[in-house]
């Protein structure tokens, strides 16, 4: 996937989808298990919450009344392995107890709503903050909205692009000014940002190795003191 704007950010976009190819995030088969998928993931990597995941699955609760009735005790020992489960299953009852109260198991009728309607609701439940909530917008609801997270400050920031502060918001309409709003596009950018960091731009990055340390401020810095 390409994309033709000049600018930095939207063509370092092209240089990460030719370098890594197709991403085809998120991982899960329909938009509720996808929403469970952003709180289960909260502190933990994906390997864990989708054992929890798949954990629910095979108890039939991928449904919103399903979460919303089971018992907080008996559902925190089925997400045991997301980690920190006790909160989790707090936050999985009231997001499914915010979706029942309005529309019942319809949650594809809960995402059809404008992204600023839909953002303010989600926020409003508690245990689900701006990143969370920006992932089940983009990947359950598929609407453009970048989700910011620690990797994507940390690449752009050691590339030289983006606001010099840590305001999610900042950061968030800087992507919004410099990408074009396309689903597919914010869905992809995250999942090779997310990949690259993982790979190349760890805490420690490996810049010896990156493909994009001749056009990186700190891979540059850092290579020309080695
Ligand atoms: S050159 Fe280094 S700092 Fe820059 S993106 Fe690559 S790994 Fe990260």
Not at 45 to 56: D, E, G, Q, T
Not at 136 to 160: H, P, Q, V
Request: charged share 20%; proline share 4%; glycine share 6%.
């Amino acid at each position: 996937m390409h994309i033709t704007q000049q600018n930095v950010t939207s063509t370092l976009f092209n240089k990460l989808s030719t370098h890594y190819g197709s991403q085809n995030w998120w991982p899960a088969t329909t938009p509720f298990e996808m929403a469970l998928g952003a709180i289960l993931t909260q502190s933990t990597n994906w390997n864990n919450a989708s054992k929890a995941l798949a954990n629910l699955e095979k108890r039939g609760l991928l449904s919103p009344s399903a979460i919303d009735e089971i018992p907080h005790g008996r559902l925190s020992i089925i997400i045991r392995p997301s980690g920190y489960y006790n909160v989790k299953a707090t936050r999985l009852k009231a997001f499914a107890n915010h979706i029942c109260d309005s529309y019942g198991d319809d949650f594809e009728s809960y995402l059809r709503r404008p992204i600023d309607v839909l953002r303010k609701e989600l926020l409003s439940v508690k245990g689900i903050g701006k990143e969370t909530a920006d992932a089940i917008i983009l990947y359950a609801g598929n609407k453009a909205i970048f989700i910011i997270d620690e990797y994507t400050k940390r690449l752009f920031s050691r590339i030289g692009q983006g606001p010099a502060n840590e305001i999610y918001d900042h950061w968030q309409t800087f992507f919004h000014i410099n990408v074009p709003r396309i689903t597919e596009v914010y869905n992809e950018y995250h999942a090779l940002i997310v990949e690259h960091c993982k790979i190349s731009c760890n805490s420690k990055p490996k810049c010896d190795t990156c493909f994009l340390s001749g056009e990186c401020q700190t891979g540059k810095q850092i290579l020309s003191q080695s």
